[in-house]
């Protein structure tokens, strides 16, 4: 009954250790070459939603949403045919400028790259992507993952005797996600 009720936490902790021994023992060549194919989906996907938004948009910046999607859709098949360093410079740039110009033309320019800053991280990556950074990282990941994996099943464990609120991963959204900050007991 206990472990009924515990299913997603035997998932996400199966999921944890799967994805930690992953990052692990793959090697970082392989994982550039998926983060590149990510990326391709990605901008075709974007590049998608620019054409049938442009079915519907009225103004006239119409054909550049074309000609946007038209290029993104280029750099998408370029990132597929040649997934050499070259590309990833070129495409790490422009995820690195396009947030930058970004910054100019709003008010709130801390708010705007803390938006912005996994773009900046993936830009970097992809400039410097370098192999054994990658693997050392993937390694940290890996292992934090485990651990992370570790701690939800000693929970599990240390909560199979109470009766009260045997979900596990409900203790832990309300203990660490939802919890408030300090509560202010003054009254008027």
Do not use: C, H
């Not at 009954?1 to 992953?22: D, E, W």
């Not at 692990?24 to 983060?35: D, E, G, P």
């Not at 390694?139 to 109470?162: P, Q, T």
């Amino acid at each position: 009954m206990y472990f009924r009720k515990n299913l997603l936490a035997i998932f996400v902790i199966t999921i944890l250790f799967l994805l930690g021994f992953l990052l692990i023992l793959i090697n970082a060549s392989t994982v550039i070459k998926i983060f590149m194919f990510v990326i391709a989906i990605l901008l075709t996907s974007i590049a998608i939603n620019f054409i049938v938004k442009s079915r519907e948009y009225i103004g006239k910046d119409k054909t550049i949403l074309i000609i946007q999607s038209i290029i993104l859709i280029a750099a998408s098949i370029i990132i597929i045919l040649i997934p050499n360093q070259i590309t990833r410079i070129i495409i790490g740039t422009l995820f690195i400028v396009y947030p930058f110009f970004k910054l100019f033309s709003v008010r709130n320019k801390f708010a705007q790259f803390k938006a912005d800053l996994p773009l900046y991280i993936i830009g970097f990556v992809l400039i410097l992507s370098l192999e054994a950074i990658l693997k050392i990282v993937m390694i940290i990941l890996g292992s934090l993952l485990i651990l992370l994996g570790v701690y939800i099943l000693i929970i599990l464990i240390k909560n199979m005797n109470n009766k009260n609120n045997p979900n596990v991963m409900a203790n832990l959204v309300l203990k660490y996600f939802l919890k408030k900050g300090k509560i202010d007991k003054w009254e008027l």
